[in-house]
Nanobody, 117 residues
């Protein structure tokens, strides 16, 4: 059974929006800092947004003001609202626990986001 499952990706035009979801098992979301990562073609995976168990958030400069990370502890789900999308946002997006315990869950298949006209 997968413990972290991403969904919501797709093909959108520049300036469009998408909302990604990460469904988790147990109390993973409420007890850990959760992060959204992305890996563009031919490049390394990078952290773009995170939300701590206390609710504080952090964003990479490239997405600040356009992306919003949130969580629903009752549903054990993390979200990434993506607005004003640009072609350079094209990547496979993954969610995981931030820090050493991320190794415990590993990387799933992710969800593909493609921004093109």
């Amino acid at each position: 059974q997968a413990q972290l499952v991403e969904s919501g990706g797709g093909l959108v035009q520049p300036g469009g929006s998408l909302r990604l979801s990460c469904a988790a098992s147990g109390s993973i979301v409420s007890t850990n800092t959760m992060g959204w990562y992305r890996q563009p073609p031919g490049k390394e995976r990078e952290l773009v947004a995170s939300i701590a168990r206390g609710g504080s958030t952090n964003y990479a400069d490239s997405v600040k003001g356009r992306f919003t990370v949130s969580r629903d502890n009752a549903k054990n789900t993390v979200y990434l609202q993506m607005n004003s999308l640009k072609p350079e946002d094209t990547a496979v997006y993954y969610c995981n626990v931030v820090g050493p315990f991320g190794v415990r869950y590993g990387w799933g298949q992710g969800t593909q986001v493609t921004v093109s006209s």
